[in-house]
């Protein structure tokens, strides 16, 4: 394997629509499907697309919504000979409210969506060591630390997506697991919350301390600004009709590991996850707009980008 993950892969049902319905106000449904999700998940569904050999580590039930989301991955050419199959009925599901305006989503949870986490003892060293980079989304923390080490020990990378957050303070457990991370790439307030600086700037600068060698924060239409210890840069977004946003940022992250894997200067790897990005949010769903190589350098060279 090329990248192997550990984290989520959710049952999402996709709901377009004008406005948030009330009790006293229904709206009309513009658009509904199902779409395999989850941060971890969708990034390597997008790294395999792109060529890379991709492995996936998390939980599912024993039905229908668990097959789904199971199918999915393998639609993808996404490995799930490690998934851990629950006796129960699937807990990860969630209900996207995406405004069909601009794109922005709502999340639902299930109740119970945090009911069955991946266990220390139910991870396999060998296996997860074989890969070149291990790609964590900050869940299943005690064992994402272990496998986080293990890599390390191995000589191998580690990718954490920190995602997006408006906590004045990361957890202890997850400040941890930064320190073990060689590529970081976060959304609004991760890094923030990371260091206490409140200029995304400095945040991004002083999260290197913390280990990373490389730090990406992505700014949504803003693009992205990416840190190493001796160079900072912005990355502009692609202008595209958003249809959804829902998986932007995982399907960067995919984009980013096969960037690494070819060997490009970190600028084309902005660009080039930027690009898959920004075709992704042309779609419905979280994986239904993943691109393929073809297509993404076909999208760059019609803006007068050629990649290597």
């Not at 550990?6 to 513009?30: A, N, Q, R, V």
């Not at 792109?50 to 999915?72: C, E, M, P, R, V």
Request: net charge negative.
């Amino acid at each position: 394997m090329d990248v192997i993950g550990i984290g989520l892969c959710t049952f999402d049902i996709m709901i377009k629509l004008s406005e948030l319905p009330t009790w006293d106000h229904p709206t009309c449904l513009d658009q509904v499907t199902f779409d395999g999700g989850g941060p971890c998940s969708t990034a390597l569904c997008a790294a395999s697309r792109l060529g890379a050999k991709a492995s996936f580590i998390g939980t599912a039930g024993k039905d229908w919504f668990a097959d789904y989301k199971l199918q999915t991955l393998k639609d993808h050419d996404v490995d799930i000979s490690h998934v851990l199959r629950r006796d129960a009925k699937e807990n990860q599901l969630v209900c996207v409210n995406v405004d069909q305006s601009t794109g922005e989503r709502i999340f639902n949870l299930h109740k119970d969506f945090y009911l069955h986490p991946v266990r220390v003892d139910e991870i396999d060293c060998d296996f997860i060591t074989q890969a070149d980079y291990l790609l964590l989304d900050g869940h299943y923390l005690e064992a994402s630390i272990q496998a986080a080490h293990w890599m390390h020990d191995a000589g191998r990378k580690v990718m954490l997506d920190g995602g997006k957050t408006s906590a004045k303070e990361l957890d202890s457990k997850l400040k941890n697991l930064v320190t073990l991370t060689d590529i970081l790439i976060c959304a609004a307030g991760f890094a923030e919350a990371l260091t206490g600086l409140d200029d995304v700037h400095d945040a991004g600068r002083a999260a290197l301390a913390y280990g990373p060698q490389i730090v990406v924060i992505t700014l949504g239409e803003n693009g992205s600004l990416t840190f190493t210890p001796e160079n900072t840069f912005h990355t502009p977004a692609f202008d595209v009709d958003i249809v959804d946003t829902t998986g932007a940022g995982d399907v960067f992250h995919g984009a980013y590991i096969v960037g690494l894997l070819k060997g490009w200067d970190l600028e084309t790897i902005a660009i080039f996850s930027s690009a898959v990005s920004a075709i992704e949010c042309t779609f419905l769903g979280g994986r239904s707009g993943i691109p393929g190589y073809k297509q993404v350098k076909a999208f760059l060279q019609r803006h007068g980008i050629e990649i290597p």
